[in-house]
């Protein structure tokens, strides 16, 4: 088989981190691999792909680097791999054997069609043209073109499309000649009528593209997406370097966006929770409804990747995060700065009495809760310094997850969300998190950012 392809990362700094191969070419290597495997387990006479560089052919216009830094691209490639039913060529170094200025003239003097030529069988279908145009408006335009006016932008993404077509005819008249039996393979969409089947690099990804005009971005629930650097760092994705020195040779970081996802999620509801009480510490079991609302959030949570979960100490908490754990086979850490918050005197009383009884103490509550002290129970700024604490060291232990889970209380939540917002103390009863609801929140480089706030839409179905 041969696949045109991996020729160089873009010269667009807001598509791609590097002008070397990174995560997204290892990935669509490893996957090009197994299918390799799959080939050979069922075709004796054993499975070969040949990847054919391209770039060499179009380093002359100013849609690519320099022939030095191509080499670079494709010497850290070749590392990336050790599979012997893959292997690599460039035709220009490989077959002409000649300098690459020298090579690129006697190619094109010898394959090269004329622009008059090109232009007459684009005119009869110019498709391949109008999408050739259109990526270098978008892609190399914004670097090579600065400055210039809107007519000027045009004329040279004109000129340079039939260029590039050019360029790449010669390329594929090379295939054909050094390669006639070779079955071609396309990481471009194609039509089935086409001499050429296209392939998707990755196996789990949500969108159609090359590794070397995006980045790699792996999202919660295990899936992929090639994107465009600026976009990735929009979303909020957190760049992870991976080291992946082979044998002796160290090679460079392969790079990763990837971000860290905090759930939190409120235990089902209770009885107390029903009849309008506060529970506080006491210990109670989450009533039939609660059931039910905790197995609608499961089938909410079923296809979403958890690495790891953490519960407040208190039963009615910890018993759903346990059996959570438990069934998905990921650990599960009792944090008692998760607890709720102790209410004292107050602990399952309903609120008419509370304000019946302490006032001053309730409408102080109400107001701005940051200063009291709960009769006989906790001070409010105590109870937020721990949550924020428990936030922090689990940020801290899960910096490169893509998710973690937490099974809290309304308070422990709602003095997070505030922390993240950095939103004073007043706001606390501007805002409700409901029994079995899920908050999200990422982290990106240290900084949160709230996603959501009381989710509660897997409770309607």
Known sequence: MLLPGFPRQSINPGSVLAATPGGAEEEAL??????????????????LLLIANDAHFCSDIKITPSDDIIDKYEEELHQ????????????IRDDVKMPYEESRKILFEKYMDSIEDIQLSISKDRTTYVAYKAFITHEFAPVIMAGLTKSEIKKNCKTIAYQWIQRYAVFKKLCKELYPDYFRLSVLSHPSESKSFSINLFKNLTTWGSPWYNVLVKNIDGSMQLIKKTTAEKRGYRLIYKNAGRGTISIQQHRFYVMTTLLFIRHGITESNENDLYPGYSEEEVSSKGVDQIDKLMQRLKNTNIDSVYSSSINRACKTA??????????????????????????????????RRWPQLWEQAMDDPGEIVLPEGERFQDTLNRSVRAFQKIAAENSNKCIAIFLSHDVIIKMIVMHVLNAPTRIYHKFQIDCASISKITITNEKPQLISLNDTAHLAL
């Open 30 to 47: 490893k996957y090009l691999e197994e299918m390799c495997n799959e080939i050979n387990a069922v075709y004796e006479p054993g499975c």
């Open 80 to 91: 990336m791999t050790t599979c012997p039913m893959i292997r690599f060529t460039n035709i």
């Open 322 to 355: 346990k059996q959570f754990a438990k069934k998905r086979n990921i650990p599960c850490f009792i944090l008692e700065d998760l607890k709720e918050i102790n209410l004292g005197l107050w602990d399952r009383l309903p609120k008419e009495e509370i304000k």
